[in-house]
Nanobody
Framework: QVQLIESGGGLVQAGVSLRLSCTASGGAFNTYAMGWFRQAPGKERAFVAAISPSGGNTHYADSVKGRFTISRENAKTTVYLQMTSLTPEDTGVYFC????????????????WGQGTQVIVSS
């Protein structure tokens, strides 16, 4: 069983940067692909970014390409989401998720989820 704890959310103004972290415990972190998803009020949970177990392969939603960067430190069992040029449309609860080996953009392919961290971007 893998436990995931996100941190780093907050209330920020549009245009600034924010870094989210997700620390894992209870599993072989370097065998898990990690994903970030977000859920805006009244909307479905949506894919943001994902990274392969080694960190060598990443994938992004079109809406965040060029602005967000996903990375990981396997020695620290932590995955990060560096967010820049934030807009109000980036507001939502951000979740990290884990699944064995292959990264995916589909939430239902992930086996373990954190509780989420709130990001609010004001205009």
């Amino acid at each position: 069983q893998v436990q995931l704890i996100e941190s780093g959310g907050g209330l920020v103004q549009a245009g600034v940067s924010l870094r989210l972290s997700c620390t894992a415990s209870g599993g072989a972190f370097n065998t898990y692909a990690m994903g970030w998803f977000r859920q805006a009020p009244g909307k479905e949970r949506a894919f943001v970014a994902a990274i392969s177990p080694s960190g060598g392969n990443t994938h992004y939603a079109d809406s965040v390409k060029g602005r967000f960067t996903i990375s990981r430190e396997n020695a620290k069992t932590t995955v990060y989401l560096q967010m820049t040029s934030l807009t109000p449309e980036d507001t939502g609860v951000y979740f990290c998720a884990a699944r064995r080996w292959l990264l995916s953009v589909a939430p239902d392919r992930y086996d373990f989820w954190g509780q989420g961290t709130q990001v609010i971007v004001s205009s």
